[in-house]
Nanobody, 126 residues
Framework: RVQLVESGGGSVQAGGSLTLSCVVS????????MAWFREAPGKKRVGVAA???????RYSDPVNGRFTVSRDAAKNTLYLQMNSLNTDDSAMYYC????????????????????WGQGTQVTVSS
């Protein structure tokens, strides 16, 4: 059974940085498309960054230029480097995976992903 476990969340002041990690166990993530989603209180869960495992990444407009998604195949881990954080970035962040390559246009669509982590909380204060 595949498990995704996020870590790295916490509290940070506006302008600060955090790096989230998502460790995958139970299978090899080499050919999977993977993504980070976030859900703020009272709002829908939305995709913020994704990696198709080959050569494509995609970012939502609010985080483009500030967040970077990457993976370490040797560690079976997905990362999200978050810089210049602001209060709008406060949310529960989830790691998601699907066992196939997702086309660029669909990389941030929740319905494309079959496996999810439990989430890690990020709180940004002004």
């Amino acid at each position: 059974r595949v498990q995704l476990v996020e870590s790295g969340g916490g509290s940070v002041q506006a302008g600060g940085s955090l790096t989230l990690s998502c460790v995958v166990s139970g299978d090899n993530m080499d050919t999977w498309s993977m993504a980070w989603f976030r859900e703020a209180p009272g709002k829908k869960r939305v995709g913020v960054a994704a990696d198709d495992s080959v050569d494509e990444t995609r970012y939502s407009d609010p985080v483009n230029g500030r967040f970077t998604v990457s993976r370490d195949a040797a560690k079976n881990t997905l990362y999200l480097q978050m810089n210049s954080l602001n209060t709008d970035d406060s949310a529960m962040y989830y790691c998601a995976a699907t066992h196939r390559r997702v086309g660029w246009w669909y990389l941030l669509e929740e319905g494309q992903y079959s496996d999810w982590g439990q989430g890690t909380q990020v709180t940004v204060s002004s």
